[in-house]
């Protein structure tokens, strides 16, 4: 196979992989409606609690633009990292791993479909939030939020792809490693606070939640657009972005390497009921 | 007899179900993932509240302290609610789809009810561990580390007054548990949003990060009638906070709407059953 046939093999196999995902959540209305009303109903808790303590009004915008964000980790957790063990529990995997094409065609599949699902959802949640809470936004440069956001998912996607192949000899403890990294997730990133980088909050833990790409991607989202920056207030983030994602790569394609040799070896790639 | 059986089945349900739960890990790891959760979820509102005193808004360093020691403890006790939700809703899918026993335990002589209640028991111990060492730990952070001075001694709650609230309570979430349970044999897909839906229903609507007259006037109605909110109001008032002086209304609206609860529950999972054993669904496979 030339390198030309081997390229279109595995973007053919990204596309297909992608399809199943888009075609697989969206068939159900129910489902999609729950997905964007169901983040309103923490967003709106944050939002009433904001007013309680007497907090300014874009404190809601921001919980707004969080909850929308929360969204994109959720999927990435649930759907790209523990993916690979819920399709060993159903007997996909080994198909996956016999298939003529990369797993890393087959993860980016994955990332794209999960972060266009999760895409509309997201418009959803933030249309909704802003229609119900009537929170003001101040977005003077969309060409950079869009750049930011788009630089953002591909860190946070680049992220689980790495993690699917930790994921992938998990037994029960998928389960509950997903469910752990959720919260402390949405804490460190400042999904539900008016800002992370603030005095307030100990460096340490700046320091720490700046690991996550969620965490950068936000904080330069909530500048462009509720407190009308452009791209000079974000370029650090910009940078610090797409950092992420040339580091998170190859790391992802050498632990799924690596990890693959290991199930391999040890016999567990079609393990079910761990 | 029949409840001597019913008890002793049960008792096997929750073996099986702690053994699923906890086994997969040593104790130190287990306890260490029921913990990272709740105490993540109580730090977000703790740096909020924390984050709006320091932004100098209009209100007394009294209020943020006494504010904190109500988020927390009406956070940490939220973890019942958590678990049994999470644990329920899926409970059915888990053994219907993916270990493909649930046909074997629908036709032993025990029947569903009380696998179901032990299953849900140990979602209850679950959430009795997140609560202790969410408290701890708060205490230990908040007023240890990071001298807040928030008013929570946890030597000095009313085990009184806790004790009965605790056990309504859970009574009352175990009867919504169960009507989870009748949703998800008559459903299908619905596993994995319906626990979270009900636990974020509850978030919003049963006062636990702020009081529910914070709420929408139309929308207080809705609080009234959930046993979580009575149950959290109890909960706090064993501990010395906000609402003081109302707790045996609490406790009696707790009651009231626990045996409403669990009536619903019992009729509704009944209900579910018959449907379900009508239409085949009981070894339906979904996991396509």
């Known amino acids: 196979m030339t390198t030309r046939e081997e390229l279109v093999t595995n973007l053919r196999a990204a596309y297909a992989r992608m399809w199943v995902r888009l075609k697989g959540s969206n068939r159900e209305v129910t489902g999609l409606i729950v997905e964007i009303g169901l983040p309103i109903l923490t967003i709106g808790a944050y939002v009433i609690l904001y007013r309680t303590i007497g907090l300014s009004i874009q404190a809601g915008a921001a919980v707004i633009i969080g909850g929308a964000m929360v969204a994109f980790w959720t999927n990435v957790l649930w759907n790209m990292s523990a993916q690979w063990f819920w399709e060993r529990e159903s007997g996909n995997l080994e198909m996956y791993l016999v298939a003529p094409v990369s797993r890393m065609a087959v993860l980016l599949g994955m990332a794209m479909g999960g972060s266009l699902n999760t895409a509309m959802r997201a418009v959803g949640i933030v249309l909704l939030g802003v229609f119900i809470f009537q929170v003001p936004f101040q977005l003077h440069d969309p060409f950079s939020a869009a750049f930011v956001f788009v630089l953002t998912i591909a860190a946070l996607y680049t992220l689980g792809m790495m993690f699917a192949s930790l994921f992938m000899l998990y037994g029960r403890e998928a389960y509950h490693t997903a469910n752990l990294l959720q919260e402390p997730v949405y804490f460190l990133s400042g999904a539900y606070f008016p800002a992370i980088y603030t005095p307030i909050v100990p460096f340490a833990l700046q320091a720490t939640a700046s690991l996550i790409p969620m965490t950068i991607g936000l904080d330069a989202i909530r500048r462009l657009a509720i407190y009308g920056g452009d791209i000079t207030t974000v370029w650090l983030h910009i940078l610090a972005l797409i950092a992420c994602t040339a580091i998170l790569f190859p790391l992802a394609k050498r632990s799924l390497n690596y990890m693959e040799s290991l199930g391999k070896k040890e016999g567990r790639l079609t393990l079910r009921w761990q | ?288």
């Open chain 2, 1 to 288: 007899m029949a409840v001597a059986d019913f008890i002793k089945s049960a008792r096997e349900s929750f073996r099986v179900g702690w053994k699923i739960e906890s086994n997969w890990t040593d104790p130190v790891l287990f306890a260490t993932y029921q913990i990272v959760r709740p105490l993540a979820s109580l730090l977000i509102v703790a740096f909020i509240v924390i984050i709006g005193a320091s932004l100098g808004t209009s209100a007394s360093a009294g209020f943020y302290s006494q504010y904190l020691a109500w988020l927390i403890v009406g956070n940490a006790f939220y973890a019942y609610v958590l678990q049994v939700m999470l644990g329920m809703a899926i409970l059915v899918h888990v053994d219907r789809t993916e270990y493909e026993v649930l046909k074997n335990i629908y036709i032993s002589p025990g029947t569903l009810h009380p696998y179901v209640i032990g299953r849900g028991l140990v979602s209850v111990l679950n959430g009795t561990v997140s609560v202790i060492l969410t408290l701890i730990f708060s205490v230990l952070i908040f007023n240890g580390l990071l001298h807040y001075n928030i008013p929570l001694n946890l030597l000095q709650v009313n085990v009184f007054m806790l004790f009965p609230a605790v056990i309504l309570g859970i009574i009352g979430l175990l009867a919504i548990g169960y009507m989870l349970c009748a949703v998800t044999i008559v459903s299908n897909r619905m596993e994995f949003v319906l626990g979270d839906s009900v636990s974020g229903i509850f978030f919003l609507l049963g006062g636990v990060i702020f009081p529910v007259t914070g709420l929408p006037t139309l929308i207080q109605p809705i609080s009234r009638v959930l046993p979580i909110t009575y149950f959290l109001n109890a909960i706090r008032e064993s501990f010395g906070l906000l609402p003081t002086g109302q707790y045996l209304s609490d406790l009696g609206f707790l009651a009231l709407t626990t045996v409403v609860t669990v009536a619903l529950g019992i009729g509704l999972f009944r209900l579910a059953e018959q449907r379900a054993r009508k239409l085949g669904l009981i070894d339906r496979k979904s996991e396509y």
